[in-house]
């Protein structure tokens, strides 16, 4: 036994990449799991443009400033804040800001003329997303739309009890504050009510201006009852603020497609990987390999029928997996993107069988690299510094898995992409080849 | 065939040097020496399989017989026929009469053959084209007497010029019209059968 362990270690001694392997490579793999399955940040960057300024709008002789129940929405979000629209925007394309909130200049006129009776359209908020990765859009989304319903919220209560004050000097009467008019009395319909019900006591019964003071009368008191069941219903104004939102750049793929979309993905990798990798390093394995290249069938060949059997397999295993699916989620299945993907990824694993060159090596060599490389392309970029993000980006689009996930979420110029990864792969197989 | 200077390195080491033979149609020529001296390598850049670093060739068309057993295991014996045969364009009916030649069931699964029959279907397979040229590395490594009875027979009757390695210098002395004998990667003798081949090679090694 001690004998045994002396052996095994020596031969570790002597192997110092295969250590580094099995000591360095599960940590990174570690490192990556975590940043991949990070959330997103505690307070996402929203870049926020107040067209408004400090506008505010009158109601009942009370100055309401709207830019006050922003404060909230600030409690969940690291401002970035922006002069302009087109200022805002950017932030969001340019990737610096996860969303941008941007208030139109004449929120607190439209909010004035909504509530003074004198119509129009309520104000729109606009919200642009960026939606390059469908998890973090949900958050801000949500973030964004919690905050903005608790500013509705918080400034619809605060019209509703100028606006209940106001009526209920309508319907009792009392003082109103006017710019350049000051103090007003205001007689109130119980009041006006009560003087003409007075005056027509005095009044005899046949009187000819008896009936229209009745008459009158009469309206003052519905007008004052129904005037004071009006309050409920204005409280049901919940939203006098309206929200835009615009997905200004990456996916518009709902979560669940997108998690589907990510395990197709997986499955068309490894699959055709492992496939493509086995199927060359086995003509070696075999010996076959030197009789068949030596004039049978040209170094190219072989390789493109290797390619051929590992996407084709891929495909239609991994479009059986989203037929299944599909009974639970809506998705689009893209059969010329998965057909990319898998043309990708075939001609990757057989670069990796020749440079292999032996069938177990080649499918570890795959797994070992495969899993990484996915890990590294679901990293949000809020999860880790932004040159480091850089660098998980231009290693991602050195391999078909995320250029695959994206051209599944439409992406034409993805489909480009991997038709290049495809051909570039194919040439270092084939230079690979060249000593199997 | 024609072969002038034939010239292969492997990184810092020399495999063959300034190798020069011909041989005219219908010879059996045997290639012999010490392990190391080169014989593999000669027989690789003849069938193609490895380019020379320097000289030159003038050969037909060629069979080749590795010498480690280059068939499918998951095929069967009948399925790795058909297949060489087919990208070798080989006449009708060589599949049959090499099935014939080995002795083998068309139907068993090549992974659970012997080592010595896998061997039979090896030889079997590089022999499918009838081309006027053959080349076997150590044919009849792993056959039973008999087999390689079988083997030479088979090989005799061809009308084909036949270049094989051998390990066994009598086998070399029955089977040749001539004989090299390689050493360090380079044509140290060419020998008729009735010399004494094993000194010259135990001459080579040294």
């Not at chain 1, 607190?108 to 309520?122: D, I, K, N, Y």
């Not at chain 1, 009392?174 to 027509?200: M, Q, Y």
């Not at chain 1, 010329?336 to 043309?343: E, K, S, T, V």
Request: proline fraction near 6%; include cysteine; aromatic fraction near 4%.
């Amino acid at each position: 036994m001690r004998r045994l362990l002396v052996k095994d270690l020596r031969i570790l001694r002597r192997s110092p990449l295969l250590v580094a392997l099995l000591v360095l490579y599960p940590v990174v793999v570690a490192v990556l799991v975590g940043a991949a399955l990070t959330g997103g940040p505690a307070k996402p960057r929203v870049a926020f443009a107040n067209l408004a300024g400090d506008t505010t709008f009158t109601l009942g002789g009370e100055t309401l400033n709207p830019s006050v129940y922003t404060g909230k929405l600030f409690e969940a979000i690291d401002p970035i804040r922006v002069h302009t629209r087109e200022e805002a925007i950017a932030k969001v394309r340019d990737g610096d800001a996860l969303a941008a909130l941007v208030i139109p200049a004449d929120a607190a006129q439209r909010l004035q003329g909504m509530l003074s009776l004198v119509g129009g359209e309520p104000p729109t908020v606009e919200v642009f997303y960026n939606a390059e990765d469908p998890v973090k859009r949900r958050y801000v989304e949500s973030t964004i739309r919690s905050r903005l319903a608790e500013a509705n919220a918080a400034l619809s209560d605060a019209v509703l009890a100028q606006s209940a004050k106001y009526l209920d000097l309508v319907v009792k009467g009392g003082e109103l504050s006017f710019p350049l008019v000051g103090e007003v009395k205001i007689l109130g319909l119980r009041n006006a009510r009560t003087l003409i019900d007075t005056s027509l006591r005095g009044i005899p019964e046949d009187a000819p201006e008896r009936a229209p003071l009745e008459q009158v009368s009469r309206f003052a008191r519905v007008a004052a009852e129904n005037l004071d069941l009006s309050k409920p219903i204005l409280a049901s104004i919940g939203q006098p603020v309206r929200v835009k939102q615009t997905v200004v750049s990456g996916s518009k793929t709902p979560l669940d497609a997108f998690a589907v979309g990510v395990a197709a993905t997986l499955s068309l990798m490894l699959v055709t990987l492992l496939l493509a990798a086995g199927l060359l390093a086995l003509e070696r394995d075999e010996g076959t390999y030197a009789r068949l290249v030596r004039g049978l069938v040209s170094r190219g060949a072989l390789l493109t029928e290797k390619i051929a059997l590992a996407a084709l397999a891929a495909l239609v295993v991994t479009l059986l997996q989203l037929a299944v699916v599909r009974i639970f989620v809506t998705i689009s299945p893209r059969p010329l993107a998965l057909a990319a993907g898998a043309l990708a990824f075939a001609a990757l694993g057989t670069a990796l069988g020749a440079l292999a060159r032996e069938v177990r090596a080649a499918s570890l060599l795959a797994v070992l690299l495969a899993l990484p490389v996915a890990f590294m392309a679901l990293v949000p970029s809020g999860a880790v510094s932004a040159p480091l993000y850089d660098v998980l980006n231009l290693v991602s689009g050195l391999f078909p898995f995320k250029p695959t996930l994206r051209a599944l979420d439409g992406s034409g110029p993805a489909l480009a992409h991997l038709c290049a990864l495809a051909l570039g792969y194919g040439v270092v197989a084939r230079l690979a080849l060249r000593r199997f | 065939m024609n072969v002038a200077g034939i010239g292969k390195r492997f990184g810092a080491t020399v495999a063959l040097r300034g190798v020069t033979f011909a041989a005219a149609a219908g010879d059996r020529v045997a290639v012999i020496g010490p392990n190391g001296a080169g014989k593999t390598t000669l027989l690789a850049i003849l069938a193609g399989v490895l380019a020379p670093d320097e000289g030159t060739l003038e050969l037909p068309p060629a069979g080749w017989v590795p010498q480690r057993s280059a068939v499918y295991s998951k095929l069967t014996v009948r399925e790795n026929l058909e297949l060489f045969a087919g990208l070798e364009r080989a006449p009708h009916g060589a599949v049959e009469r090499m099935l014939e030649l080995t002795g083998l069931g068309g139907d068993e699964l090549t992974g659970t053959l012997s080592g010595g029959n896998r061997q039979r279907l090896n030889v079997a397979v590089g022999l499918l084209g009838s081309p006027p040229l053959l080349l076997l590395d150590e044919p009849s490594a792993a056959l039973d007497p008999a087999q390689r009875e079988r083997l030479w027979t088979f090989v005799g009757a061809l009308d084909a010029t036949v270049l094989f390695t051998s390990h066994d210098v009598a086998e070399a002395a029955q089977h040749a019209h001539r004989v090299l004998v390689l050493a360090g990667g380079e044509l140290v003798a060419e020998l008729a059968p009735t010399d004494d081949l094993e000194r010259a090679i135990v001459c080579a090694g040294s």
